[in-house]
């Protein structure tokens, strides 16, 4: 009797056993078993090979992975919903620079520029399960208006729907292509269910309840780990804008620097790096020890610039501006901020992988020689044989050179540390003054009040994107706003120049916009009033050996908006 | 015959360290081979006949740099290391000689003093005071001064209570008199050892704020070549000639200081 009651309750036991390991699936299995059962069913109407889906990638960064707002743009979760991720953006940017459909699935705009006919997928649902409405579209532009205060709705005039699945946006301004090719990429569709209760307040900046990062993007935030700077996601099918998403699950780990991802990439503890705008340093490429580690070179759109005084004695004079250009030594420089992957820039400042590059400006090289010529002829001279030149005038000749405050602030430094060394070559006296570089706030009123002669600052790749470098050498705001506008830190007062640069913010058409670009480069060839330090590459390293279809986007990397419907499995 | 004199040597060591470190900072621009700010298009050289210890991220040399960088930490150091143990044996003599209401203020300053991390609150006021070498001192000493406060207060108790002390203050001598003539004489070992302990305390400070990118734009420090070795990567990549000599040099340096300051004042 009391061994068939153990053989009872062992079987029982067994039972039970079984059935909680039928039930015990995780997130991750659950996600990649319902998204191959959708891909081999479509493949039996198609008749394709069925994709063999990434079960879970792992991205490193070194942006924190602390906060998750789906209208924040720091942190990882704000920066990688850049790249529409659980986010959904209106439009975004091929290699090209053109722009393709995403959340619109297809746009026209009008001949004037003012009216934009989209259509959008109706398909679509939050990360919470609710249905994305035409309330939500609408309620998000009110929300970019009213509350946010975005300067890319201005002129918006309204807002209403044409279809079922289709709308149009009316600006009484022709700043469709502005909004489109500048901020659309990056600004996507809000939950009118959880956004609604910030309108007319600042308060959503801050929003850290679970729901801040409820989005209509192909992902949704599952969980995530404070502590341990790790969080988890998972594809949301239905939301397939681009095609199948083959990317199941995706986990982002926080790293403490670069030096960490690159170890964690040649132990294959990640598969790829992303954080925006910042690329491997190229000095760390060498640690690369794993063969199927591919350091994902591009060339990279943004820049180190420097900034003339335009205002002040020096800058002001274009013979003292090229006479610098000269000294240069443009290929330490190359080297020093592209650590040996970069060349020597054009007059143009911005890069040949700059939407409107304009082809055949000449080169800058070091010629100390003629520099010290011009600067003769031009009345730089020593007077007073203390081997420094003076001001044409004889006065005290000080050359106050800033770099820009910032996370970079050591290699900004480093460029100072040459400047003056190759101006000291021609007798030009330069300095840095420790007092300006003490806090952003001090660096920033001391620009726009263009108390610099020569400043050094920098592009990033978002920024060049689309708004390009020439926004930095601004004096004039925006036509229609103050000039307390950020951003100010130009000093070119040109007219033609400033308007140039707000008409390509605002251009109508790409024919336009490249139009503008390129008068502006042409411009900063003649006029020197500023110009590039390099142009370099970028590293956004991956490893090759369990994915295929990775697509390096320029200046990006691999993490770009396409990876989610590329990568498959080997 | 003639009792030979032990030499201490731990102290003589010491001190010929520090005397090599003060003959380098003083003959500094007659012996570098090239101006340690100025940049070359040879970066990240290693060492060779021309470039002793290599070339940094902008080309500069880095056997150079380390030459300079003697001059800032020696007299950071040293200007550091004079006012801390200024104001400590003055606070100390203030303390322990009037007592009462005085001493309870200096002892509960310095209690206080001492509860606060000392790295922490110097790199806060430097950064306060922003970058340099001015700001530097200010910081260190102003953070540095209490242990030596503290040993010399309870040495002047116990001083006070000597006889001969006593007899000066019976006879009404004035106490600037005292202190200086019988409480300072009888202290002098002590007050050196402090200062040469100080001396290498502040080296560190020094060191470490340069090495957080605390130091003036374009300073050659030990600590600022550290930093830039770091910061361009240099220690993952291996490149020992750039990060081992500063930290070897302020080793050594720190070691000296050491030396003379720990055994001097033991008996010998």
């Known amino acids: ?570 | 015959m003639k009792k030979r004199k032990k030499v201490n040597i731990p102290v003589l060591a010491g001190s010929l360290i520090i005397g090599f470190f003060v003959i380098i900072a003083i003959i500094a621009p007659a012996i570098v081979p090239y101006d340690p700010s100025a940049t070359s298009a040879l970066t990240y050289g290693k060492p060779s006949p021309e470039h002793l210890l290599g070339t940094n991220d902008v080309g500069q040399d880095i056997f150079s740099e380390l030459i300079y960088g003697t001059r800032i930490s020696m007299v950071i150091g040293i200007f550091a290391a004079v006012v801390v143990t200024c104001v400590g044996t003055l606070l100390a003599l203030l303390s322990a000689w009037y007592g009462g209401v005085v001493d309870k203020l200096i002892t509960g300053l310095t209690n206080l003093a001492m509860a606060v991390p000392g790295l922490a609150l110097t790199t806060l006021l430097v950064c306060y005071l922003s970058p340099g070498i001015l700001s530097i001192v200010v910081a260190i000493s102003i953070t540095a001064w209490t242990g030596t406060t503290r040993v010399l207060r309870s040495q002047i108790l116990a001083l006070k209570e000597e006889p001969f002390v006593k007899i000066e203050k019976a006879i009404g001598q004035r106490d600037i008199v005292i202190m200086g003539k019988h409480l300072l004489s009888n202290l002098k070992d002590i007050i050196l050892s402090r200062g040469a302990m100080a001396v290498s305390s502040a080296m560190m400070t020094e060191a470490s704020l340069s090495f957080l990118g605390l130091g003036a734009f374009g300073e050659k420090s030990w600590g600022a070549i550290l930093h830039y070795a770091f910061f361009r990567n240099g220690v993952v990549r291996g490149l020992y000639w750039w990060y081992l000599p500063p930290i070897l040099c302020t080793s050594l340096a720190v070691l000296g200081f050491m030396l003379v300051g720990y055994y001097g004042q033991q008996k010998r």
């Not at chain 1, 990062?213 to 988890?232: E, F, N, R, T």
């Not at chain 1, 030594?329 to 970069?342: H, K, P, Q, S």
């Not at chain 1, 390009?468 to 004039?476: D, H, K, L, M, T």
Request: charged share 20%.
């Open chain 1, 1 to 570: 009797m009391k061994r068939a009651l153990c053989l009872l309750l062992s079987a029982v036991l067994l039972l039970g056993l079984f059935a909680g390991c039928g039930k015990q699936t995780t997130p991750e299995t659950t996600a990649a078993a319902g998204t191959e059962t959708t891909a081999a069913a479509e493949t039996e109407t198609t008749g394709e090979a069925p994709k063999k889906h990434v079960k879970n990638l792992v991205i490193g960064t070194t942006t924190a992975n602390t906060t998750f707002n789906l209208y924040g743009q720091t942190d990882i979760f704000g920066r990688i919903n850049y790249v529409n991720f659980c986010r959904a953006n209106w439009i975004y940017e091929d290699e090209n620079g053109d722009l393709q459909p995403f959340f619109f699935t297809s746009f026209e705009i009008s001949e004037d520029g003012k009216v934009l006919d989209f259509t959008w997928p109706t398909t679509a649902v939050w990360s919470d399960g609710e249905k994305v409405t035409w309330d939500d579209i609408d309620f998000t532009f009110r929300f970019l208006k009213d509350t946010a205060k975005s300067s890319s709705f201005i002129h918006l005039v309204s807002v209403e729907p044409t279809g079922d699945d289709s709308g149009r946006i009316t600006f009484s301004e022709p700043d469709v292509y502005g909004w489109l090719s500048g901020s659309a990429t990056m600004q996507g569709l809000l939950p009118k269910h959880v956004w609604e209760k910030f309108e007319g307040t600042d308060d959503y900046k801050n929003y850290t309840e679970p729901d801040a990062a409820v989005g209509c993007g192909p992902y949704k935030l599952v969980s995530y780990d404070v502590d341990a700077q790790v969080s988890y996601y998972e594809a949301i099918p239905e939301n397939n804008y681009h095609g199948e998403i083959t990317v199941d699950s995706v986990t982002i780990k926080t790293y403490a620097d670069q030096t960490a991802i690159m170890m964690a990439l040649n132990a294959g503890e990640i598969d790829c790096y992303y954080a925006y705008s910042t690329p491997i340093d190229a000095t760390l490429i060498d640690l690369i020890s794993d063969s199927a580690v591919d350091p994902g070179e591009s060339i990279y759109a943004g820049e180190d610039q420097i900034t003339f005084g335009m205002t002040r004695p020096a800058g002001s004079d274009y013979q003292f501006r090229l006479a610098v250009t000269k000294a240069m030594d443009w290929n330490l420089l190359t080297d020093a901020i592209g650590g040996g992957y970069g060349e020597v820039p054009r007059a143009g400042i911005i890069p040949p992988s700059c939407t409107g590059y304009l082809d055949g400006l000449p080169q800058f090289a070091q010629d100390v020689d003629e520099a010290n010529r011009i600067l003769d002829e031009a009345g730089y001279k020593d007077v007073n044989n203390d081997g420094i030149r003076e001001f044409p005038d004889g006065s005290e000749m000080k050359i106050l050179i800033v770099p820009q405050y910032s996370k970079k602030m050591d290699l900004r430094n480093r460029i100072a540390e040459v400047l003056i060394d190759n101006l000291k070559a021609v007798g030009v006296n330069a300095y840095v003054d420790q007092e300006i570089i003490v806090s952003s706030e001090v660096w920033e009123s001391n620009i726009q009040a263009g108390n610099y002669d020569i400043a050094i600052g920098y592009t990033t790749a978002g920024m060049a994107r689309h708004t390009s470098a020439f926004r930095y050498y601004v004096y004039e705001p925006k036509p229609g706003t103050e000039r307390s506008a950020s951003w100010l830190w130009g000093t070119y007062t040109d007219e033609e120049f400033n308007s140039t640069v707000w008409r390509m913010l605002n251009a109508s058409s790409r024919e336009e916009y490249v139009s503008c670009i390129q008068w502006l480069q042409q411009e900063a060839a003649d006029t020197l009033f500023g110009c590039a330090l390099s142009w370099t590459s970028c590293f956004y390293p991956y490893r090759t050996d369990k994915y295929e279809g990775w697509y390096n986007r320029p200046s990006w990397g691999v993490v770009n908006d396409e990876l989610w419907y590329s990568l498959t499995s080997k």
